[in-house]
C-alpha cells in the first residue's frame, strides 16, 4: 500500500506556472509508477501525465504536451509536476496517482491522493 499527498496548488494568472508535488509514503515508491489526473467542475476526471519507475518514460496528454513536466525524484519519495503556460482550461482539481503497472497508472490507477486545486485566472 502507498499512501499520497499532494501539495503545490493555488491561484495563477494565465500564462504563469504553478509546481505540484506529491509525496509518498507506506511502501517502495521505486516499485510504483507515478501519475497526475485532474478534474474539472462538471467534468470526468482525466489523464494529465504519467512516468515510469525509473523515471526513464513519460507520457502526456495532448492538451499538456509542451508544458508540463513529470519527473520523480525516487530517494525523496517525490514526484513532482511542473506546469507552464498555463490556460483557464486547466483549472481543476490535481490528483496524484500510484499504481505497480505503468498502464494502469494511466489509466485505472491503484491509489489515489486527496487533490489539490489549481485555478487558472483569465
Known amino acids: 500500500q502507498v499512501q499520497l499527498v499532494e501539495s503545490g496548488g493555488g491561484l495563477v494568472q494565465a500564462g504563469g506556472s504553478l509546481s505540484l508535488s506529491c509525496a509518498a509514503s507506506?511502501?517502495?515508491?521505486?516499485?510504483?509508477?507515478m501519475g497526475w489526473f485532474r478534474q474539472a467542475p462538471g467534468k470526468e476526471r482525466e489523464f494529465v501525465t504519467a512516468?515510469?519507475?525509473?523515471?526513464?518514460?513519460?507520457y502526456y496528454a495532448d492538451s499538456v504536451k509542451g508544458r508540463f513536466t513529470i519527473s520523480r525524484d525516487n530517494a525523496k519519495y517525490t514526484v513532482h509536476l511542473q506546469m507552464n503556460s498555463l490556460k483557464p482550461e486547466d483549472t481543476a482539481v490535481y490528483y496524484c496517482a500510484a499504481d505497480r503497472n505503468l498502464f494502469a497508472v494511466s489509466t485505472s490507477p491503484g491509489y489515489w491522493g486527496q487533490g489539490t486545486q489549481v485555478t487558472v485566472s483569465s
Open positions: 512516468i515510469s519507475r525509473s523515471g526513464t518514460n513519460t
Open positions: 507506506g511502501s517502495t515508491f521505486s516499485m510504483y509508477a
